[in-house]
């Protein structure tokens, strides 16, 4: 009867640690803020079908506002691969996140290839800005998104991101169709 008891403890202690490393609440836990919170009361934003944890990329969005700010519509637009990042500047993730970000596509290689967006949200939070989280499907700050030139969302990243991975990414999404045959 001892063994039993001791079994189910640890079982439970198991469950609930495992349940605190991958919900929503460890994501909020580790620094993200979510955005939802820090819209304006005068936007809505739309649930996600299903569970909204996992999503396929690419994936192609849509928008025929112009509601949205007007940088990222002419990056769209123009079919510019485009890199949007969310930030908190209350949070200090996200101002790692946004550093080490500003650092990969401030480099050579990239001037004539990007566009880099980066928006602050927050108690000032625009609604074109809230729009744009909502067109994006971003609910926590940092949040990053590469767009191709094709208007399909081909890397999302909430949370921290080491910078050689987003390099990694970005290079990827840019060089894909140049490469050497």
Known sequence: MKKAAVALLITVLIVISLAGCGGP???????????????????TTTSTTGTGSTTTLP???EYNSSSLPADF?????NSWVTVVAFY??????????????????????????????SY????????????????????????LTIIDGDRNIVFEKSGFTEKDYF????Y??????????
């Open 167 to 170: 390099k990694h990414a970005l």
């Open 88 to 117: 908190d500047a209350a949070d200090t993730i996200s101002n790692k996140v946004q550093d080490r970000v500003e650092e990969v596509t401030a480099a050579p290689a990239y001037n004539d290839q990007i566009r880099y967006l």
């Open 172 to 181: 990827n999404v840019v060089y894909k169709d140049k490469s050497p045959e």
């Open 120 to 143: 602050e949200v927050g108690t000032k939070t625009t609604n074109e800005i809230a729009k744009l989280t909502t067109v994006l499907g971003a609910k926590y700050t940092p949040n």
């Open 59 to 61: 994936r192609q969005f």
């Open 25 to 43: 609440s460890a994501k909020k836990s580790a620094g993200n803020r979510n955005l939802a919170a820090s819209q304006p009361s005068s936007t």
């Open 73 to 77: 519509r002419e990056a769209a637009d």
